[in-house]
């Protein structure tokens, strides 16, 4: 077993600082950015000053809602140096997802962009919270939601009612070095740091707590499968609000002295350009990504040369886009990981020296210092290799809990400290594990997860819906899609449409099912359980989507 990190996330990097004070820390080629790491560690220390002369404790929940900006990096070291918890909402939530995490996470501060996609994100706010434009900033008074006080622009022209992120550097002029100093000898590692919502099976998104050690240790670890150090330059075009983004991508950078060369918002000649430019030696992406790289048009005018190794995750891996990636990306130690977020997220990653077959067909062994097994599912034993149960993991990476949530965090982590994945998996003799299938009812579409409860809540709300089923279709680029079988009250009627424009800016687009199916019964169990896998099959069948399934 190698060393465990005891450091906080604000401490490492101020150690990076002193050990690689030229390496580039984090680069953004199109604003001109470039940060050494004494000089982004500089910056962090700068806005973790301006947000302590706001106001923000030790503590605290800090919510950003943006996309891969310069300012959401600075946050995740910012806020860890006075020990406040950044909660990472989701890009592509609406208004009712937005209320209920500002809500449960008791968040006193959200940091924004303008807008994202289809979504004005201010507009979104404002129905959410009436009272912001008619507020003094930092005196927000919302009967919805308590807790929150601050809303900060990340842009310009901050709107009526927000504080600009620009101001927060000056207003940590008017805090001394010793007063962050004394904040920070009171913090210790193992405190909550992250908060990320993860989807329910009860049908609501749910606070992942986890700590300085959880993600400083598994970023490590990440970054040690692929062999980085501190002449490694990572493209980082998933999101940060992921763990993808903030701890398999800025994390394993941060503890190798790595640099970081995020690309804002995924756009595949984005990626290409950005990796030729930057003479980029890694990339991450789920399969999806890499599929629109290689499918570009323009794909064979750049030079990816500088490529070796790098992350595909978030959905199955096809063998064919394995071996293109490898082959026609050069990207030869590319490596898979597999996790949750409630591990930090990575429990398995494949290294860069196994063969080919077992990065494809496997889903690796455990890092370092983390146990995995697999359990019957039925009486919880320990199986042999070779036998289908559930993965459950121990170790550094399992997180803290779900925030005020105890019996949901009692269901998922067990008295030994054993986290129960909910997927079902078979670990050869070697310790490499294949993900054959989920005990919960989830649908993976194109890396987002996606858990039918929390979409039949929301159906159930329209007034002409008396019953509705959410189930996980094949997709050739998605891996899945989501189906609703919906019956109908008594006599009442509705279109395809009038079910999807109901979603429409109230869920999140990719929650939205792409086939709806308008039916009198569903398939029973003699118990009266319904079987969800018989209307997976049926729509499969009428759907004609039995073929896509092979690559899914």
């Not at 940060?35 to 706001?54: I, W």
């Not at 106001?55 to 919510?63: A, N, P, T």
């Not at 891996?317 to 990636?325: D, F, G, Q």
């Amino acid at each position: 077993m190698s060393q465990q990190i005891e450091l906080t996330v604000g401490a490492l990097l101020d150690d990076m600082a002193r050990r690689y004070p030229e390496n580039e820390a984090l680069v953004y080629p199109e604003r001109g950015l470039r940060y050494s790491y004494a000089e982004f560690n500089e910056v962090c220390r700068q806005t973790a000053k301006g947000l302590l002369k706001m106001g923000i404790k030790k503590g605290d929940k800090v919510s950003i809602w943006a996309y891969n900006v310069p300012e959401w990096v600075v946050l995740q070291f910012a806020t860890a140096k006075i020990g406040a918890v950044l909660v990472t909402v989701n890009t592509n939530y609406k208004s009712a997802e937005l209320e209920y995490i500002l809500n449960q996470s008791d968040s006193t501060t959200l940091f924004m962009v303008n807008s994202f996609k289809d979504t004005d994100y201010v507009a979104t706010l404002n129905t959410v919270v009436p009272e912001l434009p008619g507020s003094a900033p930092g005196l927000l008074s919302c009967a919805k939601l308590p807790f929150l006080k601050h809303v900060v622009f990340i842009g310009d022209n901050a709107p009526s009612g927000m504080l600009s992120f620009a101001t927060l550097a000056e207003m940590g002029k008017l805090v001394s070095d010793a007063e962050l100093e004394s904040v920070e000898a009171t913090l210790d590692c193992h405190e909550t740091i992250n908060m990320q919502y993860t989807s329910g099976t009860t049908g609501f998104p749910k606070g992942v707590m986890l700590t300085h050690y959880n993600i400083v240790n598994n970023g490590f670890n990440i970054g040690e499968c692929m062999k980085f150090t501190e002449k490694d330059r990572l493209c980082i075009p998933v999101p940060f609000f992921h763990c993808f983004g903030c701890v398999l991508g800025v994390m394993a950078c941060v503890t190798h002295g790595s640099t970081m060369v995020p690309v804002e918002i995924f756009e595949p000649l984005a990626v290409l350009r950005t990796i030729e430019a930057e003479k980029c030696t890694a990339v991450h992406g789920v399969p999806t990504m890499f599929i629109a790289e290689l499918e570009h048009p323009d794909f064979h005018k750049f030079d990816l040369t500088s490529l070796r190794s790098g992350i595909m995750a978030g959905s199955p891996c096809p063998i064919e886009v394995m071996k293109k990636v490898i082959r026609d990306m050069h990207a030869t130690d590319i490596t898979i990981a597999y996790g949750q977020t409630e591990s930090s997220p990575v429990i398995t990653q494949t290294r860069t020296d196994d063969p080919i077959e077992l990065r494809v067909a496997t889903v690796g062994r455990a890092l370092p210092n983390v146990a995995v097994k697999i359990v019957d599912i039925e009486t919880g034993e320990t199986l042999p290799p070779g036998k289908q149960g559930e993965l459950c993991t121990q170790g550094y990476l399992v997180m803290k809990g779900y925030y005020k949530m105890p019996d949901e965090t009692a269901r998922a982590i067990d008295s030994d400290n054993w986290l129960h994945t909910g997927d079902l998996a078979i670990m050869d003799e070697n310790g490499y594990c294949k993900i054959t299938g989920r005990i919960k009812q989830m649908i993976i579409r194109g890396g987002e997860n996606i858990y039918p409860r929390e979409i039949e809540e929301f159906l159930y709300t329209h007034p002409k819906v008396s019953d509705i089923q959410v189930y996980g279709v094949p997709d050739r680029k998605f891996g899945e899609q989501v189906m609703a079988a919906i019956i109908l009250k008594k006599g009442a009627e509705m279109t395809e449409d009038e079910v999807r424009d109901f979603c429409k800016d109230r869920i999140a687009n990719y929650k939205i099912p792409k086939y709806v199916k308008f039916v009198d019964g569903y398939p029973m169990t003699a118990s009266g359980k319904i079987q969800k896998f018989k209307l997976r099959e049926m729509a499969m069948k009428e759907l004609q989507l039995e073929n896509a399934s092979e690559t899914a």
